[in-house]
């Protein structure tokens, strides 16, 4: 299996060299559920511009492009390489760029971009991001961004102004800010309707800690002391495979034949040491959820301090202005057949109105007439409330998936109002449930909120 991989891997290489000119580049790993303009996703296949790029739960994607850069979608992510034209003749003209759409993803410049840093942009719902040459990660949902530097520096600016989504290169002015990677710990954010980034220093919401690597994700190459590899402190059980892909990500020279991965002495088996984000079960004590605004937004405040509690609880995701945690305890375990219903037991729901150029409004609203029910047997569940706001009653719903642990994913909205993006958690703990959300409601408006449930 190891061998086969190393083969598949050094070919897609040596054909990331030849891709046609309407090529972006080339994905040289697959592995979980991941789909390229809505077709499974195969190594060695081209990836055009514009071609949607979506991973499930257990998706990843790692694409190489066409300049040796390097461009990985992890679990429950979607983005697009909107344009990749790299000039040749003239590097410096090269124009790229990229857009994450929901959740994580790490960019690494390639030949081309180093030369053309003024023609490069990374977009996501709520921010620009720039390079000076660099690897980095990025986390993203429709309201807030957040951005990791692993080697080099970005230059970051919320949407507002002249800083437009679509604009092209990096948005540099007084509202942006940069981060190097010699800032160790910090983070860069962007909410919605922000211009200048907040700095956040030791935050559990790293990118690498929303949504880890793989232990074979190549390695970020450190820029001295300041740096730090992406999988540092992971025992490596897949080496060769690990080296493989290291190799393929590497540059090579025009016209040389791909790069071979040397021998590698099977890594010893270690204990893996404990995150953390996961903190030991208390003997005798169930897993609970804990759910809630966890930024101030306007005048709403947050119901927890992230930092503190993610200390003690198991940091599932973030949506938004809203977090949700598992707390220490005995893990869920699904069980393989039945149905169970749960009654809406609480709420925290706004309606943010977007009018662009940076300005929004935020209104407290309420969620009613709720429904939750899950069947286990055929590993899915259903929802729906409506949303009271001001005279109005908006209907919302979502289906989804299951999973062994008790996750809930929410199947893709495909931006139809009246239906919500949902993550969430089930507990044996008092017979809980809880998820955050987020749907449109029309053009302007959206919904950003979570709910808890109780068993019927």
């Known amino acids: 299996m190891i061998r086969h991989l190393i083969a598949t891997l050094c070919i897609a290489a040596g054909a990331a060299g030849t891709a046609s000119a309407a090529d972006a580049g080339r994905i040289i790993f697959t592995s979980g ?87 490069f942009r990374f977009n996501t719902p709520v921010a620009a991001i720039g390079v000076r040459g660099t690897d980095f990660t990025v986390f993203t949902d429709d309201h807030t961004s957040r951005v990791a530097v692993l080697t080099g520096a970005v230059v970051v600016s919320g949407f507002a102004g002249a800083c437009n989504p679509q604009g092209a290169g ?47 994700e190549p390695v970020a190459k450190t820029d001295g002391a300041a740096g730090s590899a992406v999988n540092a402190g992971t025992p490596n059980l897949e080496a060769q495979k690990t080296v493989a892909l290291n190799a393929i990500a590497d540059k090579a020279p025009p016209g040389a034949p791909p790069a071979q991965p040397a021998p590698v002495q099977p890594a010893p088996v270690m204990p893996t040491p404990a995150t953390p984000t996961q903190p030991p079960p208390v003997p005798g004590v169930q897993s609970g959820v804990l759910w809630g605004r966890w930024v101030q937004s306007d005048a709403y405040y947050p119901k927890f301090n992230l930092a503190t509690e993610a200390a003690n609880a198991t940091l599932v995701l973030t949506n938004g202005d809203y977090a949700l945690l598992r707390t220490k305890g005995n893990d869920y375990v699904a069980p393989n057949n039945g149905s169970i219903g749960f009654m809406l037991r609480d709420s925290d729901v706004v309606v943010i109105t977007d009018y662009g150029y940076g300005s929004r409004t935020v ?46 994913y929410g199947d893709e909205t495909k931006g139809r109002a009246g239906y919500l993006n949902v993550q969430g958690l089930l507990s044996n703990d008092k017979g809980g449930a809880a998820y955050i959300f987020d749907g449109k409601v029309d053009a302007l408006r959206s919904v950003n909120g979570a709910t808890y449930w109780q068993q019927r």
């Open 170 to 216: 990096p948005c540099e002015g007084g509202a942006s800010r940069e981060l190097s990677a010699a800032q160790r710990g910090l983070l860069l954010q962007v909410t919605r309707g922000q211009a200048a980034p907040q700095l956040l220093s030791g935050s559990p919401l790293s990118p690498d800690l929303v949504s880890p690597p793989r232990a074979d």
């Open 363 to 408: 209104a407290a609203a309420t969620a009613g007439n709720g429904a939750l029910s899950v069947d286990f047997g055929r590993r899915t569940f259903s929802t729906r409330f409506d949303v009271f706001s001001k005279d109005e009653k908006l209907p919302f719903q979502a289906t989804g998936t299951v999973g062994g642990d008790g996750r809930l």
């Open 33 to 119: 559920k991941a789909s390229i303009g809505g077709q499974p996703a195969q190594e060695g296949a081209g990836v055009q511009e514009g071609q949607l790029l979506a991973t499930g739960s257990d998706g990843y994607i790692y694409i190489k492009t066409v300049d040796n850069g390097l461009f990985i979608l992890r679990p429950a992510s979607r983005a697009r390489i909107a344009a990749y034209h790299v000039d040749k003749v003239n590097p410096a003209n090269t124009q790229v760029k990229f857009e994450l759409l929901s959740g994580v993803a790490r960019s690494k410049s390639g030949e081309a971009v180093k030369q053309a840093r003024q023609n």
